[in-house]
């Protein structure tokens, strides 16, 4: 019997290392592949797309807001993983009386890494874990390194069309932003606002329109009608994964902003 504390402060109750998971987290879902757990993965959302062979090996419980409870209870788990930003909380009273539920909470770096010690402790993959937060740490270092002289710029990341909505404060993804030296405009607003397009140009007017490819599949249209109200901003099609998705894709991800700024600098 062991008791932990899950990222919101939850006290969980473990009767032994757990070795039937469910996730409803994509990212998690990976970073448990990367930790060899995949054998121990017995559940996922339709929205865990990587490994790429996880969705014909595992069973399908739903999405990460709406769940099929009795799917998830045929899966016998004895641990099930969420996030407070990817799941809803008034899920957890179902899934509790299922399985131990654990929250994590992740909105920089230093909560990612803590979460992938976390699991590898509770877990016993902790060799595993600590290397992985190693090879992180090692790559944080380099593209520290690597964006230390590169100019601040103005940016707008959008995740959402019709209502128009962006990033703002207290997330992953204005974690990422920093870490790229580029200026949230919308850092005075929390989390996910709605904004209105036709003052973009008086609310910031960004260097760099940043689409992300996830939730939300923008097309050159949504582009051509937002750059329409600013006065000089580069476009980007951004990999929505690589600023949002904390945990083991992390390691793909300092790679690409380094190539998205060698793409911006041939712009400016």
Known sequence: MKIIKDQIGREITLK???????????????????????????GITKYCIHPFNLKSTKAIVGGTKKVDYEKIKELKPDFILCNKE????????????????????????????????????ILNRRTESDNLAHKIEFKLADFKQFIK????????????????????NDTYINEMLKLNKFENIYDSMSRYPKIVIDKIRWEGDPDVLIFSSEPY??????????????NRSITVFGDGEMFSWPGSRMLLAFDYFKELHKKLESHF
């Not at 299922?98 to 803590?114: E, G, L, Q, R």
């Not at 002289?149 to 940016?155: E, G, I, T």
């Open 149 to 168: 002289d590169k100019p601040s710029r103005k940016v707008a990341y959008f995740i959402w069309a019709n209502p128009w909505m962006v990033a703002g």
């Open 86 to 121: 990817e799941n809803a909380y008034d899920m957890l009273p179902e899934l509790e009386k299922i399985a131990p539920t654990y929250f994590s909470d992740v909105n920089t770096i230093n909560d990612s890494i803590d979460l992938i010690l976390h699991l590898g402790s």
């Open 217 to 230: 599949k923008f097309e050159d249209k949504h582009a051509m009608e937002i750059g329409s109200f600013t």
């Open 16 to 42: 032994s290392v757990p070795k039937r998971i469910v996730s409803l987290v994509p990212s998690q879902t990976e970073l448990l592949c990367d930790l060899a757990l995949e054998n121990e993965l017995v």
